[in-house]
């Protein structure tokens, strides 16, 4: 599987084994960059390359931590025939390409995700992107990786709880681009969150294809690509004023969208109890007690919005989305009828 961008070819290897990653580097000066959790889990699986280990959670994604790497890359002496590789998580992920694409102006990067979330959707695509105050993703770049291994054998480490936050978005690729998958997922739940072999290859193979497809005909989002953006205006509020997980956000948005989308008619209620009872099975929420001001002011600053209205993904059936401007007045609309307020 590959995206062909701008910036660089990237080819997606599906199923593949860490203990491969050196064939894939060359000869070329390599420096991993990867955090504690995922070294002490997966460090004696690394090639012998140098170690950048970076800390753990949200707020390390910022600026003081590309300021880091950059300190290490220059250390190490990286140049522009260099090879950075970031394994870990999204937020691994992020913080790696966007200090590796802004270093001297851009080096080679690449990924070993070891998260569910981060194989379907963050090591994917070409954004890297860091917060900044307290907001998602404001400062970012647009730069594709050499290649991405997924080894499907890193997800046995995985918590409960960080399993499903990566069904949230394997759950938001079905909903947006394939009707068929989305089917798949509910008759075949039990499996994929057990892990069985050959579902999570078709859950990952799936997931990725839908994902690849919209960022190869859109790569800078100027249009197809924000379809991607489905139960994030509202999941990403909901993350930063709620300190909730990614994708428990993002699911709670998704049915945000569903019902909005109902109530627009573009799609039936029985596709909204679906979605619904879809989520429930992978045990991520449909709704929760929010400050609702807090909630309103950070959807205000999502980099969306343009005047009183808002880029928001709606759905026209499972598997089929459409980009509409709708108002903030609307989305406040839709919160009040889902969420409780304190």
């Known amino acids: 599987m590959e995206i062909r961008g701008k910036s660089a070819v990237c080819t997606i290897m599906t199923g593949a084994s860490i203990g491969e990653l050196g064939d894939y580097c060359g000869s070329k000066k390599t420096v991993i960059v990867t955090d504690g959790t995922v070294n002490r889990l997966h460090g004696g699986l690394f090639p012998p ?11 390390l994604k910022a600026l003081p931590a590309i300021e880091t790497l950059y300190e290490a890359f220059l250390q190490w002496g990286l140049d522009r025939s260099s090879l950075v590789i970031g394994i870990g998580g999204g937020i691994v992920c992020d913080v790696t390409g966007f200090a590796a694409s802004t270093y001297l102006r851009g080096i080679p990067f690449a990924f070993v995700p070891t998260t569910l979330l981060a194989q ?11 917060n900044y105050k307290g907001y998602k993703n404001l400062i970012g770049t647009f730069s594709q990786p050499q290649f991405v ?18 069904f949230a ?26 892990l069985d072999g050959a579902t999570i290859d078709e859950v990952v193979r799936a997931s990725l294809a839908v994902k690849v ?5 859109d790569e800078r989002e100027t249009g ?34 569903a019902r909005l989308s109902e109530a627009k008619g573009m799609v039936t209620k029985d596709d909204v109890a679906r979605i619904e009872r879809l989520l429930a099975h992978f045990g991520l929420p449909r709704t929760m007690i929010i400050d609702r001001e807090a909630v309103i002011d950070a959807i205000k600053k999502d980099k969306k919005r343009v005047g009183e209205e808002i880029h928001f993904v709606l759905l026209e059936g499972i598997g089929n989305a459409r980009v509409t401007a709708i108002t903030i007045e609307e989305l406040k609309g839709v919160l009040d009828d889902l969420c409780e307020y304190r």
């Open 49 to 59: 390359y140098e170690v950048i280990e970076i800390g753990t959670g949200e707020e």
């Open 120 to 130: 379907v959707d963050a090591s994917v695509g070409g954004k890297n992107g860091v």
């Open 149 to 166: 291994l997924c080894d499907y054998s890193l997800l046995a480490t995985l918590p409960g709880p960080e399993l499903r936050n990566g």
């Open 169 to 194: 978005e394997v759950i938001k690729q079905a909903a947006i681009g394939d009707r068929t998958f989305f089917s798949f997922l509910e008759t075949e739940r039990e499996k994929a969150l057990a």
């Open 213 to 217: 497809r919209i960022v190869s005909a």
């Open 224 to 257: 197809e690509r924000r379809k991607l953006n489905f139960g994030h205006t509202l999941g990403h509020a909901l993350e930063k004023t709620m300190g909730i997980r990614h994708g428990e956000a993002v699911s709670i948005g998704m049915v945000a969208a």
